[in-house]
Protein backbone atom coordinates (compact mmCIF):
# COMPACT_ATOMS: atom_id res chain seq x y z
CA UNK A 1 0.00 0.00 0.00
CA UNK A 2 0.98 3.36 -0.60
CA UNK A 3 -0.07 5.89 2.48
CA UNK A 4 0.17 9.33 3.45
CA UNK A 5 0.32 10.39 7.12
CA UNK A 6 -0.14 13.74 7.57
CA UNK A 7 1.08 15.45 10.80
CA UNK A 8 2.08 19.19 11.25
CA UNK A 9 1.63 19.76 15.71
CA UNK A 10 3.68 18.72 18.40
CA UNK A 11 1.23 15.50 19.79
CA UNK A 12 1.07 14.15 15.95
CA UNK A 13 5.09 13.38 15.21
CA UNK A 14 5.06 11.42 18.98
CA UNK A 15 1.88 9.30 17.83
CA UNK A 16 3.56 8.90 13.88
CA UNK A 17 6.52 7.65 15.62
CA UNK A 18 5.08 4.07 16.41
CA UNK A 19 2.91 3.95 13.47
CA UNK A 20 4.98 4.88 11.40
CA UNK A 21 7.71 2.28 11.86
CA UNK A 22 5.43 -0.53 12.12
CA UNK A 23 3.76 0.68 9.06
CA UNK A 24 7.19 1.10 6.80
CA UNK A 25 7.81 -2.92 7.73
CA UNK A 26 4.92 -3.38 5.17
CA UNK A 27 3.55 -0.08 3.14
CA UNK A 28 5.27 2.91 1.39
CA UNK A 29 4.98 5.56 3.68
CA UNK A 30 5.18 9.35 2.89
CA UNK A 31 4.81 11.88 5.56
CA UNK A 32 3.67 15.47 5.01
CA UNK A 33 3.99 17.71 7.80
CA UNK A 34 2.16 20.96 7.46
CA UNK A 35 4.04 23.06 9.88
CA UNK A 36 1.35 24.19 11.90
CA UNK A 37 4.53 23.93 14.41
CA UNK A 38 7.77 25.19 13.09
CA UNK A 39 10.10 26.46 15.85
CA UNK A 40 12.93 23.97 16.65
CA UNK A 41 11.54 22.76 19.80
CA UNK A 42 8.26 22.14 18.89
CA UNK A 43 8.75 20.13 15.97
CA UNK A 44 12.23 18.99 14.42
CA UNK A 45 13.26 18.22 18.16
CA UNK A 46 11.01 15.73 18.04
CA UNK A 47 11.96 13.97 14.53
CA UNK A 48 15.69 13.61 15.77
CA UNK A 49 14.77 12.33 19.51
CA UNK A 50 12.21 9.78 17.94
CA UNK A 51 14.38 8.79 15.05
CA UNK A 52 11.44 9.89 12.77
CA UNK A 53 11.74 9.96 9.25
CA UNK A 54 11.95 13.39 7.36
CA UNK A 55 9.20 14.80 6.21
CA UNK A 56 8.93 13.62 2.21
CA UNK A 57 6.62 17.26 2.18
CA UNK A 58 7.09 20.14 4.23
CA UNK A 59 4.07 22.54 3.45
CA UNK A 60 5.17 25.36 5.64
CA UNK A 61 1.69 26.92 6.77
CA UNK A 62 3.17 28.13 10.02
CA UNK A 63 0.60 30.05 12.54
CA UNK A 64 -2.72 31.82 11.70
CA UNK A 65 -6.15 32.58 13.10
CA UNK A 66 -8.04 28.81 12.58
CA UNK A 67 -9.76 29.47 9.22
CA UNK A 68 -6.70 31.20 7.63
CA UNK A 69 -4.75 27.91 8.89
CA UNK A 70 -6.97 25.47 8.05
CA UNK A 71 -7.97 27.12 4.48
CA UNK A 72 -3.98 27.39 3.71
CA UNK A 73 -2.98 23.69 4.31
CA UNK A 74 -6.30 22.53 1.95
CA UNK A 75 -5.03 23.06 -1.32
CA UNK A 76 -1.54 22.88 0.00
CA UNK A 77 -2.40 19.43 0.93
CA UNK A 78 -4.58 18.51 -2.25
CA UNK A 79 -1.55 18.99 -4.44
CA UNK A 80 0.39 16.44 -2.77
CA UNK A 81 -2.36 13.70 -2.84
CA UNK A 82 -3.16 14.53 -6.46
CA UNK A 83 0.43 13.72 -6.85
CA UNK A 84 1.09 11.08 -5.03
CA UNK A 85 -2.66 9.31 -5.48
CA UNK A 86 -2.15 6.57 -2.03
CA UNK A 87 -4.25 3.91 -1.05
CA UNK A 88 -5.09 5.71 2.07
CA UNK A 89 -4.07 8.52 4.17
CA UNK A 90 -3.79 9.00 7.93
CA UNK A 91 -4.40 11.54 10.20
CA UNK A 92 -3.80 11.70 14.18
CA UNK A 93 -6.16 13.57 16.95
CA UNK A 94 -7.85 16.90 16.28
CA UNK A 95 -5.42 19.53 15.45
CA UNK A 96 -6.42 22.03 12.47
CA UNK A 97 -3.88 19.79 10.50
CA UNK A 98 -5.64 16.70 10.97
CA UNK A 99 -9.13 18.34 9.95
CA UNK A 100 -7.34 19.53 6.45
CA UNK A 101 -5.77 16.27 5.86
CA UNK A 102 -8.72 14.23 6.54
CA UNK A 103 -10.65 17.09 4.24
CA UNK A 104 -8.57 17.18 1.55
CA UNK A 105 -8.20 13.19 1.43
CA UNK A 106 -12.64 12.91 1.58
CA UNK A 107 -13.17 15.83 -1.14
CA UNK A 108 -10.12 13.19 -2.95
CA UNK A 109 -12.61 9.99 -2.47
CA UNK A 110 -9.49 9.01 -1.11
CA UNK A 111 -9.90 6.63 2.24
CA UNK A 112 -9.01 8.58 5.61
CA UNK A 113 -7.69 6.23 8.65
CA UNK A 114 -8.59 8.81 11.86
CA UNK A 115 -5.80 7.97 14.83
CA UNK A 116 -7.89 8.56 18.44
CA UNK A 117 -11.06 8.51 16.81
CA UNK A 118 -14.26 9.08 18.76
CA UNK A 119 -13.38 11.14 21.43
CA UNK A 120 -15.43 14.01 22.61
CA UNK A 121 -15.35 17.10 25.19
CA UNK A 122 -19.02 17.96 24.60
CA UNK A 123 -17.50 21.62 24.41
CA UNK A 124 -18.16 23.27 21.08
CA UNK A 125 -16.14 26.46 21.52
CA UNK A 126 -13.11 23.70 21.60
CA UNK A 127 -11.24 24.42 18.58
CA UNK A 128 -10.38 20.54 18.64
CA UNK A 129 -13.84 19.21 19.51
CA UNK A 130 -14.82 20.66 15.90
CA UNK A 131 -11.73 19.30 14.16
CA UNK A 132 -12.66 15.68 15.66
CA UNK A 133 -16.48 15.70 15.07
CA UNK A 134 -15.65 16.39 11.51
CA UNK A 135 -12.89 14.30 10.85
CA UNK A 136 -14.53 11.36 12.39
CA UNK A 137 -17.41 12.01 10.38
CA UNK A 138 -14.92 11.65 6.75
CA UNK A 139 -13.05 8.87 7.82
CA UNK A 140 -13.60 5.16 6.57
CA UNK A 141 -11.37 3.51 9.48
CA UNK A 142 -11.93 4.84 12.95
CA UNK A 143 -9.51 4.05 15.16
CA UNK A 144 -10.53 4.52 18.54
CA UNK A 145 -8.42 4.07 21.55
CA UNK A 146 -10.98 2.85 23.74
CA UNK A 147 -14.88 1.50 24.33
CA UNK A 148 -16.10 4.46 25.56
CA UNK A 149 -14.76 6.19 22.14
CA UNK A 150 -16.43 3.35 20.21
CA UNK A 151 -19.74 4.03 22.12
CA UNK A 152 -19.63 7.70 21.00
CA UNK A 153 -19.32 7.05 17.62
CA UNK A 154 -22.09 4.55 17.72
CA UNK A 155 -24.48 7.55 19.07
CA UNK A 156 -23.26 9.63 15.94
CA UNK A 157 -24.57 6.95 14.16
CA UNK A 158 -21.14 5.80 12.72
CA UNK A 159 -20.76 1.85 13.11
CA UNK A 160 -19.05 1.05 10.25
CA UNK A 161 -15.16 0.97 10.18
CA UNK A 162 -14.90 1.21 13.73
CA UNK A 163 -12.34 -0.27 15.84
CA UNK A 164 -10.72 -0.30 19.23
CA UNK A 165 -7.08 -0.43 18.69
CA UNK A 166 -6.02 1.37 22.33
CA UNK A 167 -4.11 4.30 22.61
CA UNK A 168 -1.13 4.80 20.12
CA UNK A 169 0.50 6.85 22.83
CA UNK A 170 1.46 3.91 24.68
CA UNK A 171 3.34 2.33 21.94
CA UNK A 172 5.31 5.64 21.96
CA UNK A 173 5.88 5.69 25.30
CA UNK A 174 7.23 1.74 25.35
CA UNK A 175 9.20 2.25 22.55
CA UNK A 176 10.77 5.54 24.02
CA UNK A 177 10.42 5.04 27.69
CA UNK A 178 13.04 3.97 28.71
CA UNK A 179 15.48 6.55 27.26
CA UNK A 180 13.43 8.98 28.77
CA UNK A 181 13.76 7.62 32.00
CA UNK A 182 17.33 7.50 32.11
CA UNK A 183 17.37 11.41 31.85
CA UNK A 184 15.86 12.02 34.97
CA UNK A 185 18.96 12.24 36.95
CA UNK A 186 20.71 14.80 34.78
CA UNK A 187 17.71 16.85 34.83
CA UNK A 188 16.78 16.47 38.49
CA UNK A 189 20.55 17.99 38.89
CA UNK A 190 20.29 20.51 36.48
CA UNK A 191 17.21 22.10 38.21
CA UNK A 192 17.95 21.27 41.72
CA UNK A 193 14.81 18.78 41.88
CA UNK A 194 13.93 16.07 44.23
CA UNK A 195 12.14 13.30 42.94
CA UNK A 196 8.82 13.69 43.92
CA UNK A 197 9.19 16.94 45.58
CA UNK A 198 8.21 18.56 42.36
CA UNK A 199 5.09 19.51 40.72
CA UNK A 200 4.78 19.62 36.84
CA UNK A 201 2.95 22.37 34.99
CA UNK A 202 1.70 22.83 31.20
CA UNK A 203 -0.46 25.27 30.27
CA UNK A 204 -1.52 25.68 26.22
CA UNK A 205 -5.07 25.54 25.51
CA UNK A 206 -6.76 28.91 23.69
CA UNK A 207 -9.78 28.49 26.64
CA UNK A 208 -6.17 29.08 28.99
CA UNK A 209 -4.14 31.89 27.61
CA UNK A 210 -6.74 33.23 25.15
CA UNK A 211 -8.80 34.38 28.16
CA UNK A 212 -7.14 36.81 30.58
CA UNK A 213 -8.70 36.13 33.44
CA UNK A 214 -8.28 32.02 33.30
CA UNK A 215 -4.11 32.75 32.55
CA UNK A 216 -4.21 34.83 35.95
CA UNK A 217 -6.16 32.08 37.70
CA UNK A 218 -3.40 29.25 37.05
CA UNK A 219 -0.32 31.29 36.67
CA UNK A 220 -1.66 32.54 40.55
CA UNK A 221 -2.78 28.80 41.80
CA UNK A 222 0.76 27.65 40.35
CA UNK A 223 2.92 30.54 42.58
CA UNK A 224 0.65 29.45 45.43
CA UNK A 225 1.66 25.53 45.68
CA UNK A 226 3.35 24.31 48.35
CA UNK A 227 6.69 22.91 46.31
CA UNK A 228 8.50 24.53 43.43
CA UNK A 229 6.57 24.08 39.83
CA UNK A 230 8.43 23.37 36.60
CA UNK A 231 6.51 25.00 33.84
CA UNK A 232 7.60 24.28 29.78
CA UNK A 233 5.51 27.18 28.42
CA UNK A 234 4.04 26.91 24.74
CA UNK A 235 4.93 29.63 22.77
CA UNK A 236 2.03 30.89 22.69
CA UNK A 237 1.46 31.18 26.90
CA UNK A 238 4.76 32.95 26.90
CA UNK A 239 3.37 35.61 24.22
CA UNK A 240 0.38 35.64 26.37
CA UNK A 241 1.96 36.25 29.80
CA UNK A 242 4.02 38.99 28.87
CA UNK A 243 1.76 40.95 27.17
CA UNK A 244 -0.75 40.80 29.92
CA UNK A 245 2.08 41.56 32.33
CA UNK A 246 1.36 38.75 34.80
CA UNK A 247 3.92 37.70 37.51
CA UNK A 248 5.13 34.52 38.08
CA UNK A 249 5.70 33.06 41.42
CA UNK A 250 9.14 32.62 42.75
CA UNK A 251 8.56 28.95 43.28
CA UNK A 252 7.97 28.61 39.37
CA UNK A 253 10.31 27.71 37.23
CA UNK A 254 9.41 28.54 33.67
CA UNK A 255 11.55 26.35 30.88
CA UNK A 256 11.53 26.13 27.02
CA UNK A 257 9.15 23.77 25.56
CA UNK A 258 10.62 20.25 26.08
CA UNK A 259 11.11 17.41 23.96
CA UNK A 260 9.20 14.07 24.54
CA UNK A 261 11.97 12.21 26.26
CA UNK A 262 12.76 15.23 28.63
CA UNK A 263 8.73 16.06 29.47
CA UNK A 264 8.66 12.37 29.80
CA UNK A 265 11.42 11.78 32.51
CA UNK A 266 9.86 15.39 34.36
CA UNK A 267 6.72 13.87 34.41
CA UNK A 268 8.06 10.76 35.84
CA UNK A 269 10.23 12.32 38.73
CA UNK A 270 7.05 14.90 39.71
CA UNK A 271 4.79 14.64 42.74
CA UNK A 272 1.61 15.73 40.82
CA UNK A 273 1.39 17.11 37.06
CA UNK A 274 -1.35 20.33 36.34
CA UNK A 275 -1.93 20.28 32.70
CA UNK A 276 -4.75 21.11 30.32
CA UNK A 277 -2.96 19.16 27.24
CA UNK A 278 -5.17 15.89 26.31
CA UNK A 279 -1.54 13.95 25.54
CA UNK A 280 -0.33 14.56 29.36
CA UNK A 281 -3.42 13.73 31.44
CA UNK A 282 -3.02 9.67 29.60
CA UNK A 283 0.83 9.80 29.93
CA UNK A 284 0.43 11.38 33.56
CA UNK A 285 -2.03 8.03 34.03
CA UNK A 286 0.57 5.53 32.32
CA UNK A 287 3.46 6.57 34.40
CA UNK A 288 1.14 6.69 37.68
CA UNK A 289 1.81 10.31 38.52
CA UNK A 290 -1.77 12.27 39.62
CA UNK A 291 -2.92 14.67 36.99
CA UNK A 292 -5.04 17.31 37.96
CA UNK A 293 -6.34 18.90 35.30
CA UNK A 294 -6.55 23.19 34.24
CA UNK A 295 -10.63 22.41 32.17
CA UNK A 296 -14.29 21.46 33.51
CA UNK A 297 -14.26 18.75 31.31
CA UNK A 298 -11.79 15.94 29.57
CA UNK A 299 -11.93 13.36 26.37
CA UNK A 300 -9.86 10.93 28.31
CA UNK A 301 -12.95 10.48 30.45
CA UNK A 302 -11.24 7.17 32.02
CA UNK A 303 -8.04 8.69 33.77
CA UNK A 304 -11.07 10.70 35.74
CA UNK A 305 -13.50 7.57 36.44
CA UNK A 306 -10.26 5.41 37.72
CA UNK A 307 -9.38 7.99 40.10
CA UNK A 308 -5.96 9.23 39.08
CA UNK A 309 -7.02 12.57 37.02
CA UNK A 310 -9.39 15.21 38.17
CA UNK A 311 -10.82 18.02 36.60
CA UNK A 312 -9.95 21.56 38.49
CA UNK A 313 -10.93 23.92 36.04
CA UNK A 314 -9.02 27.59 36.65
CA UNK A 315 -10.24 28.65 39.76
CA UNK A 316 -7.14 28.79 42.49
CA UNK A 317 -9.19 27.39 45.67
CA UNK A 318 -10.00 24.26 43.87
CA UNK A 319 -6.99 23.79 42.16
CA UNK A 320 -4.61 24.16 45.43
CA UNK A 321 -7.64 21.74 47.28
CA UNK A 322 -7.10 19.10 44.11
CA UNK A 323 -3.40 19.45 44.50
CA UNK A 324 -3.96 18.89 48.20
CA UNK A 325 -5.96 15.53 47.66
CA UNK A 326 -4.02 13.86 44.74
CA UNK A 327 -4.75 10.17 45.37
CA UNK A 328 -1.79 8.11 47.31
CA UNK A 329 0.36 5.82 44.61
CA UNK A 330 -1.35 2.81 45.94
CA UNK A 331 -4.70 3.36 43.95
CA UNK A 332 -5.83 0.94 41.52
CA UNK A 333 -4.24 1.52 38.27
CA UNK A 334 -6.29 -0.75 35.57
CA UNK A 335 -5.29 -1.31 32.00
CA UNK A 336 -7.28 1.37 30.24
CA UNK A 337 -5.85 2.16 26.72
CA UNK A 338 -4.49 -1.23 26.17
CA UNK A 339 -1.45 -3.23 25.37
CA UNK A 340 1.16 -0.95 23.06
CA UNK A 341 0.13 -2.97 20.31
CA UNK A 342 -1.83 -0.21 18.85
CA UNK A 343 0.61 0.67 15.60
CA UNK A 344 0.30 -3.25 15.01
CA UNK A 345 -3.38 -3.39 14.97
CA UNK A 346 -3.65 -0.62 12.71
CA UNK A 347 -1.09 -1.74 10.10
CA UNK A 348 -3.40 -5.12 10.14
CA UNK A 349 -6.84 -2.98 9.63
CA UNK A 350 -4.90 -1.11 6.43
CA UNK A 351 -3.50 -4.17 5.25
CA UNK A 352 -6.58 -5.59 5.00
CA UNK A 353 -8.11 -3.24 2.62
CA UNK A 354 -7.97 -3.82 -1.54
CA UNK A 355 -5.58 -1.62 -2.69
CA UNK A 356 -6.15 0.07 -6.28
CA UNK A 357 -3.29 -1.18 -8.05
C1 LIG B 1 -2.32 22.97 18.57
C2 LIG B 1 -3.62 22.17 18.56
C3 LIG B 1 -3.87 21.60 19.94
C4 LIG B 1 -2.67 20.82 20.44
C5 LIG B 1 -1.44 21.71 20.38
C6 LIG B 1 -0.20 20.98 20.82
C7 LIG B 1 -5.29 23.12 17.00
C8 LIG B 1 -6.58 23.81 16.88
N1 LIG B 1 -4.77 23.03 18.23
O1 LIG B 1 -2.52 24.08 19.45
O2 LIG B 1 -4.98 20.74 19.88
O3 LIG B 1 -2.91 20.42 21.77
O4 LIG B 1 -1.26 22.15 19.03
O5 LIG B 1 0.84 21.90 21.10
O6 LIG B 1 -4.78 22.64 16.02
N2 LIG B 1 3.51 29.03 17.90
C9 LIG B 1 4.84 29.32 17.88
N3 LIG B 1 5.68 28.38 17.35
C10 LIG B 1 5.25 27.19 16.85
C11 LIG B 1 3.87 26.93 16.87
C12 LIG B 1 3.01 27.85 17.41
O7 LIG B 1 5.29 30.37 18.31
O8 LIG B 1 6.08 26.37 16.40
C13 LIG B 1 2.57 30.02 18.52
C14 LIG B 1 2.02 31.01 17.54
O9 LIG B 1 1.87 32.23 18.18
C15 LIG B 1 0.65 30.45 17.23
C16 LIG B 1 0.26 29.83 18.57
O10 LIG B 1 1.49 29.33 19.09
O11 LIG B 1 -0.23 31.40 16.77
C17 LIG B 1 -0.74 28.74 18.49
O12 LIG B 1 -0.28 27.70 17.63
P1 LIG B 1 -1.33 26.74 16.88
O13 LIG B 1 -0.60 25.71 16.10
O14 LIG B 1 -2.35 27.53 16.16
O15 LIG B 1 -2.10 26.03 18.05
P2 LIG B 1 -1.57 25.35 19.39
O16 LIG B 1 -1.97 26.21 20.52
O17 LIG B 1 -0.14 24.93 19.33
Given at each position: MKVVSIVGARPQFIKASPLSRELRLRHHEILVHTGQHYDHEMSDVFFEELDMPAPDYRLGIGSGPHGAQTGAMLPAIETVLQKEAPDAVIVYGDTNSTLAGALAAAKLHLPVAHVEAGLRSFNRRMPEEINRVLTDHLSTWLLAPSEVSRQQLAQEGILQGVHVVGDIMVDALQLHGTRAAARLEALARRYQLQGGMYYLATVHRAENTDEAGNLHRIVGALGALDRPVILPLHPRTEKRVAELGIAIGANVRVLAPQGYLDMLALLRGAACVLTDSGGIQKEAYYLRVPCVTLRNETEWVETVSAG????????PERILATVARCPAPNTPHPD??????TARRIVEILSAFPTRS
Open positions: WNTLAGTDLYGDGM
